[in-house]
């Protein structure tokens, strides 16, 4: 008798390769509002053919904000006394990996395809906070069971 068996690790595929978020123009309103988020915008992470995946962990990397280390920085060159924020659509809070590597978990759904729905929000930590560009440049891991 011979008997084969493939155990495999269910995974999944992202929908795009990456994702591209567009948080539109925000008011920088005077005097600075520390803490309180700015222009939320919804996006999502897409993944596709995971009908052996029960389970997501997210994790995200960026340079943590000098300021508040639970915030990503900015890009060089532009706004200052910002952070960027990124929670869940439940509020879960995604922190830089390097400040907190505890990954966000996610149930996937049996039907193959799900959206990992996320917020992301600009937050002033500084009162002396400056106008321009706010770009910010973030990784993602996903990890599946």
């Given amino acids: 008798m011979k008997f084969t068996l493939k155990i495999s690790q269910g995974a999944c595929e992202l929908v795009k390769d990456s994702v591209e978020v567009d948080m539109g123009t925000a008011v920088l309103k005077k005097p600075v509002r520390i803490g309180t988020e700015i222009n939320p915008t919804p996006f999502s992470i897409g993944l596709k053919?995971?009908?052996?995946?029960?389970?997501?962990?997210v994790t995200m990397d960026g340079t943590p904000n000098a300021d508040d280390s639970n915030l990503f920085a900015l890009?060089?060159?532009?706004?200052?006394g910002v952070g960027l924020k990124i929670k869940t659509a439940a509020g879960v809070q995604q922190f830089p990996e390097n400040t907190t590597p505890t990954p966000v978990e996610f149930a996937i759904n049996g039907d193959g395809a799900h959206q990992l729905?996320?917020?992301?929000?600009?937050?002033?930590?500084?009162?002396?906070?400056?106008?321009?560009?706010?770009?910010?440049?973030?990784?993602?891991t996903v990890q599946y069971e």
């Fill in 75 to 80: 890009d060089a060159g532009g706004a200052t």
């Fill in 117 to 140: 729905n996320y917020i992301a929000s600009y937050v002033p930590i500084r009162a002396d906070a400056t106008i321009g560009r706010a770009d910010a440049t973030v990784d993602f």
């Fill in 49 to 57: 053919n995971c009908s052996e995946v029960v389970r997501a962990y």
